[in-house]
């Protein structure tokens, strides 16, 4: 028997697929009130692309993308994420030129060649939003809220990490700082942080090795050493989030494996999912589009990862939906066939194709979860009625056949 690969899952019980499509729901519905419009791009794109965005001293370039040459020996790698995608498809159009804000949001599968564990795949799916053209910290708070907002109407509790990561005028002198502090505990630290010295020193602050997060307790804090910008903008936004009740924890090493943030980053984290317990992360990106070749233009977004949530989503009490057609007689099967057709043009619709006894057909339309079970037997046959039972409500009526 063929397998799926390791580290990629099939969405296929009746439980988990509608909590996946209740998921996708609630959150294009938020999405959609926060202003943002739905965006597709490739799920294969040019390897360049995310070595540019994402970076090559990240761990996900680095080690985890599925890359490969084309048979037109293109190099080129299935998506790792979706940013960068986002903002390629930006700059490809122009939109870096229309002197408007623009908020999109996407949705679908991403790959990371990472070891599968419980809340960690291979190809797993993210629900995101990028949103271009605002610089106001307003925006970065509305960001945060619309997360907040989209765990709060699917019941999913969470605490929020935030930092602020500087810019172009703080970020350099801050990476001399804690270079020089690396150098000094050279002899302390693990081969990693020793590695990523050399590459991208912060991201040294979120080190695995509980003996190098020891010795980074003392290490300098860019919190307090960032440009008068940086801190005044990393004030109101905190204001902000007071004033709408947003709880949030502040963390200094908090750095995001990614390496195209710039001031803002954040981290929404779950406790009643174990180990890999980040189930979206985010933050400003103010010189991505430019990196990829577009206009400056800032930038902020997030991504949910929807697979941690599987288990922390809290599903209406009953989902039940629409109708189960079946029919008890050989002769009612065309005109319940002609009933349940016409049923669809605005509701989701079962139908039982063989004659069967009601006991079989209620079982069936319980199946399918259907919320009405509608029976045709030779009474409604010549009675021009249709035998209703409400599963959610638990009661039954006759119909005449054109009021069903
Ligand atoms: P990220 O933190 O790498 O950010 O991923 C976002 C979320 O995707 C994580 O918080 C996690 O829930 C989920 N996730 C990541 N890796 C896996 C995995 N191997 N298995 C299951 N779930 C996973 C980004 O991807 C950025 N593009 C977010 C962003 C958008 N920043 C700005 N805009």
Not at 266 to 277: H, P, V, W, Y
Not at 385 to 404: A, G, H, M, N, R
Request: glycine residues 8%.
């Amino acid at each position: 028997m063929i397998r799926s690969l390791r580290g990629m899952n099939d969405t296929l019980e009746i439980e988990d697929s509608q909590r996946f499509r209740y998921f996708i729901e609630t959150a294009t519905r938020v999405a959609t009130n926060y202003g943002f419009r739905f965006i597709q791009t490739p799920q294969l794109e040019e390897t360049a692309l995310f070595k540019r965005s994402v970076g090559e001293s990240s761990d996900i370039v680095g080690k985890e993308m599925y890359q490969f040459t084309d048979k037109g020996d293109n190099d080129v790698c299935l998506r790792p994420e979706g940013t960068a995608g986002v903002v390629r498809a930006f700059v490809q159009n122009k939109y870096d030129r229309q002197d408007q804000t623009h908020r999109l949001f996407y949705h679908g599968s991403m790959f990371r060649y990472e070891r599968p564990q419980k809340g960690r795949l291979r190809q797993f799916h993210q629900f995101g939003c990028e949103s271009f053209g605002e610089s106001s910290v307003l925006e970065d708070a509305s960001l945060i809220l619309m997360v907040r907002d989209i765990f709060t109407a699917l019941g999913i509790n969470f605490t929020l990490k935030l930092n602020s990561l500087g810019d172009t005028n703080c970020m350099p002198q801050y990476r001399e700082t804690l270079i020089k502090f690396l150098d000094s505990n050279e002899e302390h630290v693990c081969e990693d942080c020793l590695r990523r010295k050399g590459t991208n020193p912060i991201r040294v602050l979120d080190c695995k090795n509980s003996h190098c997060q020891e010795i980074y307790a003392d290490a300098p804090k860019l919190m307090q050493n960032l440009c008068e910008g940086c801190d005044t903008d990393f004030k109101a936004l905190t204001d902000l989030l007071d004033e709408h009740g947003m709880a949030y924890e502040i963390d200094t090493h908090l750095v995001r494996g990614l390496d195209y943030y710039s001031k803002t980053a954040f981290e929404f984290i779950s406790t009643e999912i174990g180990a890999q317990s980040a189930i979206a992360g985010g933050g400003r990106y103010d010189r991505l589009v430019e990196f990829l070749d577009g206009r400056p233009t800032p930038a902020i977004g997030f991504a949910i990862g929807i697979e941690r949530l599987m288990e922390l989503i809290k599903m209406p009490e009953d989902t039940r939906e629409g109708y189960y057609f079946g029919a008890m007689d050989e002769n009612a099967i065309n005109k319940m066939y002609k009933l349940g057709m016409q049923k669809r043009s605005n509701h989701k619709v079962t139908i039982g194709y063989k004659a069967r006894n009601l006991k079989a057909h209620l079982k069936a339309a319980d199946k399918a979860n259907a919320r009405y079970c509608a029976i045709l037997g030779e009474n409604e046959l010549n009675n021009n009625t249709v035998w209703v039972k409400d599963l959610q409500e638990k009661t039954e009526s006759e119909v005449p056949q054109d009021k069903i």
